[in-house]
């Protein structure tokens, strides 16, 4: 609800009818009587309303719109400036679904007929509007915090970060930081991924052990953390700034225990002045970034600060790894693995997603990881994204021909890819010369992508709709996601992030998340795939509250194209035969 619960000790809803005649309240109060539980008061006036709201004692308001249009809208406006998130039900005679929607366009939740009010109607409207509030209120908490650690996640430390610098008001220096821990891919490789979210999650806790009251602290990457910092009473920023990142390493070096066991992890931290380093967020986060990778050539613990000499250093010299990139495209190292997509209702494989793995022909099996950002800074995701699509088109038509494949392929589209602009004219003309069936490709997106440049991406995203290809929303609720624009793109599926799904079974949170996923796609008629499935007792959830997909090591990690393809051969409904198991398919 919108309003503080502690002064509602009964938790009954609270509404209050706004009207100067009385007629609405007299109509509404036979409809929803007290002794069902339902808190009704009267108010004539905006005034008194005005001081319930600022004692939080208001849940919902129905606003008896009884004089002019324009004195409703005015009301609908200001109670919309008042309490942002407080559901507004209008209630009228005689007006027009034209004048009705007007008054949604501006902030109602919804509008009534009152001569025509029933209990039916009354009631569905009401747990319509509750629903839609709570949903927005848990999208609104998915969009600014991180699910493992719970602090502020990059989105929302960016958002603040931008704010803090547009504001008018001069700020004394901060100083920004960040942190992370070094060769954490081989960690993260020698303890799971469990162990690797575990020490995240130990660096959070001494992070937070350490913030000041007046400091910010986000997760800005899988282990990577950025801190705002600010002396009080006058202090010079830069001495100030070497004690803190002086007594953050102290915090961080001892060992991590895990499992029983003590793990070293050495981290590095970057800082960069606020505003001295960078008018935008994204150029002193990066700068910091700079300052990071300088402190990371020192061995242990250490902390550098951001100057001007690295910042030409870096953008001059492509780097070796890009070049081997390039090669790597043309002396085709690239492979694509595919993962299965499981049908809860059938149990059976319907679907895969395509990764891409380098066999570099001295490094072994690189990880997407390991590349992917690379490729994305320097444009180089564009031809291998297209390669991409290429090579798995190949794949699914293959499979097509043997009638194994019954669903789609999903391809990952990265946010560069957008860029391009003639990404939607090259992918038309790569469907069109290898003749792919579009009604088994599907792009997954993620969030990021859709708000670079909405209009672009949404154009493209239309275009190759209209070809027959799906979309689907990757990592869903980890980053922006707005109803409005999750309702205007052709979103087929939604796929939930992994890190709800690890623990689903044992964290009330995670579970309240993950079931709020589920009614939310389907509310919008959109599918939903659970990502990361490794347990039975994940799957059972999942399964329980109508998950329509699960993809994950619980059923296969992700395998080459010929070992898929043996597995679509002997597809037996999978969910009565939990295996194979994850040693069975290493791709590794
Ligand atoms: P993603 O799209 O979120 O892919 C899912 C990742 O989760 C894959 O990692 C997959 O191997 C891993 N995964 C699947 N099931 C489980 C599980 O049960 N437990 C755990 N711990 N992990 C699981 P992978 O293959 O390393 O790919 C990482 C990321 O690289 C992908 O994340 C995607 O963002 C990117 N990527 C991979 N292939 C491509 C590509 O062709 N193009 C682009 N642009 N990005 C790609
Ligand atoms: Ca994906
Ligand atoms: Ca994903």
Redesign the pocket.
């Known amino acids: 609800m919108y309003s503080a619960q502690t002064q509602n000790p009964d938790n009954a809803m609270r509404m209050v009818v706004l009207d100067s005649s009385g007629t609405a309240m007299q109509r509404i109060s036979t409809l929803l009587p007290s002794f069902e539980g339902y808190r009704l008061h009267h108010q004539r006036q905006l005034g008194g309303l005005r001081r319930l709201l600022n004692m939080a004692a208001v849940d919902l308001v129905f606003l008896h719109c009884e004089h002019s249009m324009s004195t409703c809208r005015r009301t609908v406006e200001i109670l919309r400036n008042l309490a942002p998130e407080l559901p507004i039900i209008v209630v009228a005679d005689g007006m027009s679904d034209q004048q009705g929607e007007l008054l949604q366009a501006i902030g109602a939740s919804d509008y009534l007929p009152l001569e025509q009010l029933s209990r039916p109607l009354i009631k569905r409207t009401l747990s319509y509007v509750i629903r839609h509030e709570k949903q927005s209120r848990q999208l609104k908490r998915l969009r600014h915090h991180d699910p493992l650690t719970r602090i502020s996640n990059r989105t929302s430390f960016y958002r603040a970060l931008n704010a803090l610098l547009d504001s008018p008001a001069k700020q004394s220096p901060m100083a920004l930081l960040t942190i992370d821990i070094d060769g954490f891919t081989r960690l993260n490789h020698n303890l799971g991924?469990r162990g690797g979210d575990a020490i995240v999650l130990m660096l959070s806790k001494r992070l937070q052990q350490a913030l000041q009251p007046s400091e910010q602290l986000a997760r800005i990457g899988t282990d990577e953390f950025a801190m705002l910092i600010q002396p009080r009473g006058g202090e010079n920023i830069y001495p100030y700034t070497k004690t803190r990142a002086a007594q953050l390493l102290s915090l961080l070096t001892p060992p991590y225990r895990y499992n029983g066991h003590d793990t070293m992890a050495h981290c590095s931290i970057g800082v960069a002045m606020v505003p001295e380093h960078g008018e935008r967020g994204d150029d002193i986060i990066r700068r910091a970034s700079l300052a990071r990778f300088k402190a990371k050539k020192t061995h242990g613990c250490s902390y550098a600060l951001f100057d001007e000499s690295l910042e030409t250093h870096i953008s001059n010299a492509p780097s070796a790894m890009e070049a081997e990139m390039f090669t790597a495209l043309r002396a085709n190292q690239f492979t694509?693995?595919y993962?299965p997509r499981v049908e809860l209702n059938s149990g059976r494989i319907i679907g895969a997603?395509?990764?891409?793995r380098w066999l570099h022909p001295k490094k072994g099996l690189i990880?997407?990881?390991a590349f992917?950002p690379l490729a994305e800074e320097s444009g180089l995701?564009v031809p291998?994204?297209y390669w991409?699509v290429h090579s798995a088109g190949i794949s699914l038509m293959k499979l097509r021909a043997q009638g194994l494949l019954q669903g789609r392929i999903g391809?990952?589209?990265?946010f560069r890819?957008f860029k391009d602009e003639q990404l939607a004219a090259t992918i038309t003309r790569i469907i069109e010369q290898q003749q792919i069936d579009t009604c088994a490709l599907e792009f997954?997106l993620t969030e990021s992508a859709l708000i670079k440049d909405e209009r672009h991406v949404r154009a493209c995203i239309e275009q190759l709709n209209a070809l027959g290809i799906a979309f689907s929303l990757?990592?869903f609720g980890t980053g922006y996601s707005s109803f409005a624009l999750l309702q205007k793109l052709p979103i087929h599926t939604l796929k939930i992030d992994?890190s709800f799904i690890s623990n689903v079974h044992c964290n009330p949170d995670d579970a309240e998340i993950v079931r709020a996923i589920i009614n939310l796609a389907h509310n919008l008629e959109k599918a939903v795939i659970a990502?990361?499935?490794?347990t039975r007792e994940q799957l059972d959830f999942l399964q329980a509250h109508g998950c329509d997909q699960v993809?994950?090591?619980?059923f296969s990690?992700?395998i080459p194209f010929e070992e898929f393809e043996q597995m679509l051969r002997d597809n037996q409904p999978t969910l009565a035969q939990p295996t194979p198991s994850d040693a069975a398919y290493s791709?590794s």
């Open positions: 991924p694509l693995y993962q997603e395509a990764l891409i990880m997407p990881d992917i995701i291998i994204g991409a391809v990952n589209l990265s890819q997954e990757d990592d992994r990502e990361g499935v490794e993809q994950g090591y619980y990690r992700p791709d």
